[in-house]
């Protein structure tokens, strides 16, 4: 392997993952995020903000009579987690054979922290958390289910009608898919032959294989992106890089999240790359709607 992975450049492999990147982190956009890159203090966590509804007012007697206040809701998420996946090959490793570096292992290795990354935030899509919810079975699950669930989060939740999404489990993702078939969108259309369900009702969908039942029978999740908040921060690496170690941060276009990776050799003749992540997920305001098996 000495020839592929010891002339690999980090800064390359960085490069070439930030496709990878963008597709695996896409649902995080449904998110209200804070992915500044200010390096992490000790012990420190991040205050977001987000907007509650107002309400209209008559403007008839002026505009300074009709003033008001702009409620502005705090809320707190710890940089707690910190994960990511080390990998290395000793130097008989490296001079029997070679591979390709970012198919065989940088791929999957992203693959391990995304799914980390979204099961930490359907952990927070509980009972105790969204207490609404409406249960409608796989075999039963349609768009139609997303009109009523938009109409929930409007009336019930009064949720903004922008910045809606839904996740969702493959079994319940495939329903929606199933309906494509329906007369009003017939023929051979990308949506069918890719697999991607469209908008509906102004929820953008996504898949995920992290949805589980959270003891819940817990199938799906429709919200308003201040419903669930993520934030993330870049590693401080100065002293790695004293120490000899190869650093590279990139940044994933359109969302901000920045993931690192790292190469080093040791004494003992093992080359090592990991790539990592530090984050922390917290529940946001009640603009959610659970959707449930039974």
Request: hydrophobic share 40%.
């Amino acid at each position: 392997m000495a020839n592929t992975i010891a002339g690999v450049n980090l800064a390359t492999i960085a490069q070439q993952s930030l496709d990878g990147l963008s597709s695996l982190f896409a649902p995080l956009s449904a998110l209200t995020t804070d992915f500044s890159s200010d390096v992490r203090g000790s012990g420190e966590s991040i205050t977001t903000r987000y907007p509650t509804k107002p309400t209209a007012a008559d403007m008839s007697a002026g505009y300074k009579s009709a003033s008001a206040d702009v409620a502005m809701t705090a809320a707190t998420i710890n940089l707690d987690t910190h994960y990511g996946f080390t990998y290395g090959f000793s130097d008989v490793e490296r001079s029997k054979s070679s591979i390709n570096l970012n198919d065989l292992f940088i791929q999957p290795a992203l693959q391990a922290i995304g799914d980390k990354v979204f099961g930490d935030v359907w952990g927070l899509i509980t009972a105790a958390n969204f207490p609404t919810s409406q249960t409608i079975t796989a075999a039963n699950f349609d768009r139609d289910d997303l009109i009523d669930l938009g109409a929930s989060l409007t009336a019930d939740k009064s949720a903004p009608q922008t910045g809606r999404a839904f996740f969702t489990n493959p079994t319940y993702y495939g329903s929606i898919l199933k309906t494509l078939n329906d007369a009003e969108m017939p023929g051979i259309i990308s949506q069918k032959t890719e697999g991607v369900a469209p908008r509906v009702n102004k929820f953008d969908i996504f898949e995920t294989d992290q949805a589980g039942a959270n003891g819940e029978n817990l199938a799906g999740f429709a919200f308003q992106r201040n419903a669930l908040l993520m934030a993330g921060r870049t590693v401080d690496a100065t002293m790695a890089r004293e120490a000899g170690i190869e650093v590279e941060t990139v940044v994933i276009p359109e969302l901000g999240l920045p993931v690192q990776f790292r190469r080093w050799y040791d004494s003992e003749g093992v080359l090592y790359f990991n790539v990592n992540l530090l984050y922390g997920v917290a529940k946001g305001v009640d603009y959610g709607v659970r959707v449930t098996s039974a």
